[in-house]
């Protein structure tokens, strides 16, 4: 496994690479190994190992037609939920994120990410547009108070990823 590090330096680690951690038992190898030619790509977990939240996509490996090993790319979660909670919505708004389970990431509460789902909210209207973003395979807007205030809320699939992009503007803006 290899990575970047703080200074930029590619570094090699040996910490996946044994009968422990077990690779093949994960879901994104299972998926590479047995799926379709395009990218899986995981919901986002915490990895003890480098000690940070990421996303990992996989791909089969093939040769000859046969699928021979897994490549992975693991993509860490600071950077996209950084990016996220920089986009400025009018003067009010804001972005946030909705992994494939429903989960909230680069979300302003920050309490929420990757704890809570919005599909189990406890507002019954937050719950319902939960639902419908989950269910989302093109942009659709909203006009809505689930958020606390009337607002207009644009949602979009990330292209094969499982994500959806919220973007929430106020009314009042």
């Known amino acids: 496994y290899f990575s970047k590090g703080d200074t930029g330096k590619i570094d090699l680690t040996m910490d996946y690479s044994n009968e422990a951690y077990n690779y093949p038992q994960f879901g994104w190898y299972k998926a590479a190994i047995q ?4 990218v899986f790509w995981d919901e986002p977990a915490y990895d ?3 000690n940070t939240a990421m996303m990992s996509s996989s791909a089969p490996i093939r040769a000859n037609g046969q699928v021979v090993g897994v490549v992975t790319v693991d993509i860490g979660m600071k950077e996209l939920e950084d990016y996220i909670q920089g986009l400025k919505i ?3 708004g804001y972005a ?3 992994t494939q389970s429903g989960l909230y990431a680069a979300s302003p509460d920050a309490d929420a990410n990757m704890k809570q789902k919005i599909t189990e909210s406890p507002d019954p209207k937050r719950q319902e547009l939960g639902q419908k973003i989950m269910g989302l395979t093109e942009p659709e807007h909203f006009q809505t108070d689930a958020f606390g205030e009337d607002a207009y809320v644009v949602a979009l699939p990330i292209g094969t990823t499982g994500l959806h992009l919220v973007l929430v503007a106020p009314t009042a803006d």
């Not at 799926?35 to 395009?38: A, M, S, T």
Request: proline share 15%; net charge negative.
């Open 90 to 92: 009018g003067e009010h």
């Open 35 to 38: 799926g379709p030619k395009e």
């Open 96 to 98: 946030f994120l909705v």
């Open 48 to 50: 003890p190992v480098t």
